[in-house]
């Protein structure tokens, strides 16, 4: 049981912090700039981890049966995300995000396009990423991921109760775990403009390409990768260059005969003119 929930607690920080990333990630190549989409200070998006969780417990089962896995995936997600909004505009008075704008919206909480992006996402992540995470977090020892966690879970507390405290304008009753959201907050905010550069930096790459380089820089790159085949393949069998050379004298005595035929060809027409001119 503790295993259980060891292991749970460390995938859930896991795609918090994947699903933070994505959110910087696609508020950059949308507005050209750093946004930190978080709730908490810190570099994560707990939504991310809970619906994450969830969609595996819940749903890991039908991964042999991809469309109730992307189904059952969208209705999930679907109803996490309108109930973890609904529930922070109520008590925060305030929205993270706000659909209204999208087609088949419901109260700017939830909406189709996202719906069957949430779907699609968690089948991926079902189905290639998880099986993956599950391999890394095994290979660790168990004492280093103890320490991580313990580390983790206590950041998160303090992000939590600072958070939560400003939000609800309470008065911060505990120094410390001021001091830790302020850290958190200045570590979130250093990692997320690194990823929205990189994100900016990529969509402009992508805009502004030369085609015509892009084709000669690929041309280049076969054009290289032909000749070190020929290379690694010539060092693996080096007698391969002799074994060739009888194919190559022969392909030159039947070139030479070939002359040779069109010679006495042309000879022999010329004879049978000289015979018929003297007739």
């Known amino acids: 049981m503790l295993d259980y929930v060891i292991y749970t607690f460390t995938y859930f920080v896991i795609y918090s912090f994947l699903g933070w ?4 990630g696609f508020a950059a190549a949308v507005e050209g700039k750093f946004v930190n989409r978080g709730f908490l200070g810190g570099p994560v998006c707990p939504i991310y981890g ?26 999930l997600t679907s109803l996490l995300e309108w109930i973890t909004g609904f529930v922070l505009e109520k008590f925060f008075h305030e929205k993270w995000w706000d659909y209204s704008e999208e087609a088949f919206n419901i109260s700017g909480y939830i909406c189709l396009k996202f719906s069957i992006l949430w779907g699609l996402a ?22 280093i991921l103890y320490i991580i966690l313990a580390v983790i879970a206590a950041a998160f507390v303090a992000d939590i109760s600072a958070t939560v405290s400003v939000l609800a304008k309470l008065r911060r009753s505990f120094r410390v775990i001021a001091e830790t959201e302020q850290r958190l907050k200045v570590l979130s905010d250093r990692i997320g403009q690194n990823l929205a550069d990189k994100v900016i930096d990529g969509k402009q790459r ?16 076969v054009e290289m990768a032909e000749k070190y085949g020929r290379i690694r393949l010539m060092r693996a069998f080096p007698n391969l260059k002799k074994k060739t050379r009888p194919a190559e004298k022969l392909r030159e005595y039947i070139e030479k005969y070939k002359e040779k035929v069109a010679k006495d060809e042309d000879t022999a027409d010329r004879g049978n003119k000289k015979i018929g001119d003297r007739s």
Request: aromatic share 4%; with cysteine.
């Open 122 to 143: 968690c089948c991926v992540v079902v189905k290639a990423v998880h099986p993956l995470i599950v391999k890394l977090v095994s290979a660790l020892p168990d004492t």
């Open 21 to 24: 990333c994505c959110e910087v």
């Open 206 to 221: 992508v805009e502004n390409y030369d085609a015509e380089d892009l084709r000669a820089r690929c041309k280049k790159a």
């Open 50 to 75: 809970i619906g994450a969780i969830t969609v595996i417990s819940l749903l890991e089962r039908l991964s042999n049966n991809i469309f109730l896995l992307f189904l059952g995936a969208m209705i």
